[in-house]
C-alpha cells in the first residue's frame, strides 16, 4: 500500500498557515469573551471556544506528517464543515440566541466567508494527498 | 499610538502583501527580498508597541484591554512565525505563506487601532 504523501507540504504549506491563524484568531476572540462577557451570552461563548479547539487541531493534524495526524486533521476538518454548517444555519434562523458573533455566525461571514471555504479545502487536501503522488517532490521526512 | 504609523503601517503591509502574492503568482520561492519586506513590517510593529508601552506607562488605557492586547501579541508573533514556517520549503507556496502574513498583519494594525479607541 503506497504512503500517503505529507499534508504540509506544497499547497499545503499555505493552507496550514491559514489554519494557524485562525487558529490563532479564534482562540483570542474566545479568551476575550469568555474572559469578559461570558454571563452575556455562555453558549455562543463556548461555541468560540469548541471552534477554536477544533481550528488548533486542525492545523497542528495538517502540519504533522504520520497517520494519526492526518485522522485528527480529518476529524477536526469534518467537526468544522459540520460546525459551520449548523451554527451558520443557527444563527441566521434564532439570530437571538446570537448577540454576539462567533467564528462561525452567519457562515463565517465576519471572517470572508473563509470558515465555509476552508474545511472544504481541507478535506479536499486530505483527500488528494492521500491518494496522488506528493506534488512538491518532497519525501516529507 | 503614533497617528501615522496607524494609518501607513496598514497600507504598507497591504502592499507589501500584495506585491509578495504576486511573485507566489510568477512562482517564485521566498527571496531575501520577501523576508526583509516581513522584516520591515515586523519592525513597524515593533515601533507601534514601544510607543503603546510608553502610552501605557504615562496613564492611557486602551477601550478594550484585553482584545487590545491579544492583537498586538498577534501581530507581534505572525511575521516570524510565518518565516520560520515558510523557510521550510523552497516552493512558490512558501512565498504565499509570507503574502498572506503581510495582509494579515494589516488586519491586525487596523484592529489594533480599533480597539485601542473603542469607546473613548
Known sequence: ?141 | MIPVLETVLPVVALALGGWILLSALRNRPPLVLHLGALAAVEVGVLLQTAVVLAQLASGHRPGEPLAFACYVLAALLIPPLAVLWALQERSRWSTAVLGAACLAEALMMVRLGQTWRAGA
Open chain 1, 1 to 141: 500500500m503506497p504512503e500517503a504523501a505529507p499534508t504540509g507540504a506544497g499547497p499545503g504549506r499555505l493552507l496550514v498557515a491559514v489554519y494557524a491563524l485562525f487558529a490563532l484568531a479564534a482562540t483570542a476572540r474566545s479568551a476575550v469573551q469568555l474572559g469578559t462577557r461570558f454571563q452575556q451570552a455562555p453558549v455562543p461563548y463556548l461555541l468560540s471556544a469548541a471552534a477554536a479547539a477544533v481550528y488548533v487541531l486542525a492545523t497542528i493534524g495538517l502540519a504533522r506528517t504520520g497517520t494519526t495526524s492526518r485522522r485528527i486533521a480529518l476529524a477536526a476538518c469534518s467537526t468544522e464543515l459540520a460546525g459551520v454548517l449548523l451554527v451558520g444555519t443557527a444563527s441566521r434562523s434564532y439570530p437571538g440566541a446570537f448577540p454576539d458573533e462567533t467564528v462561525w455566525s452567519d457562515y463565517g461571514r465576519g471572517y470572508g466567508f473563509l470558515p465555509l471555504l476552508l474545511p472544504v479545502l481541507g478535506l479536499l487536501w486530505l483527500r488528494r494527498t492521500a491518494t496522488y503522488a506528493n506534488p512538491s517532490g518532497f519525501s516529507g521526512r
